[in-house]
């Protein structure tokens, strides 16, 4: 914050007649609990003088009792079984969701090898993934997984997000975590 105060104010004393006003925006949203976890959302957004702003969006986890954040990886008995489950489901579900943004004229399986050039399942487990409220009370329904803009497609595109249903990495679950993942996630559109 301080070296992107300091640019500002370097940019409004060099160009004053120019000059936009910085700025940022940060928002976290519980999205769901279950246990002694729980899912934290963000959304951060930024604009510092350039053509547009740029947003970001990031998903946490935490465990109450520690007060520490936890990653999906420390839930997991088999973190790259899982992933080699999961990542077919995310390709499928990102390639789609390109697709209907660019109007359904571009082939879904066109998106998918260009997602899945962009895409390995350690990169999943490294990005920002969260999880998901559930149809059943008290548990989590599955994880997300966020791209920002440019991460997976242009800018114009926009950020993406994938949902896995619990259903397809449950095996891989430790056993003190299992007990906390059932029904089916509940998103928003």
Do not use: C
Not at 125 to 149: C, I, K, Q, Y
């Amino acid at each position: 914050l301080e070296a992107m105060d300091a640019d500002a104010l370097a940019y409004k004393q060099a160009d004053p007649e120019y000059f936009n006003p910085y700025s940022l925006s940060i928002q976290w949203t519980l999205e769901a609990a279950a246990g002694d976890l729980i899912s934290l959302e963000g959304f951060t957004a930024a604009y510092s003088g350039g053509a547009h702003g740029n947003y970001g969006t990031d998903a946490r986890i935490y465990s109450l009792q520690s007060g520490k954040q936890v990653s999906l990886r420390a839930l997991l008995t088999d973190p790259a079984g899982a992933m080699a489950e999961s990542l077919p489901f995310i390709l499928s579900d990102i390639a789609q969701q390109r697709s209907e943004k660019v109007g359904g004229g571009a082939s879904a399986e066109t998106f998918r090898a260009e997602t899945a050039d962009a895409l390995s399942a350690d990169t999943i487990l490294r990005g920002e993934l969260g999880l998901v409220a559930s149809t059943d009370a008290n548990a989590f329904g599955g994880f997300v997984v966020h791209f920002a803009p440019y991460e997976i497609g242009s800018y114009a595109e926009g950020a993406y997000k994938a949902v896995v249903p619990q259903s397809v990495f449950r095996d891989f679950l430790k056993p003190e975590y299992a007990a906390l993942f059932a029904g089916e996630p509940v998103t928003e559109d």
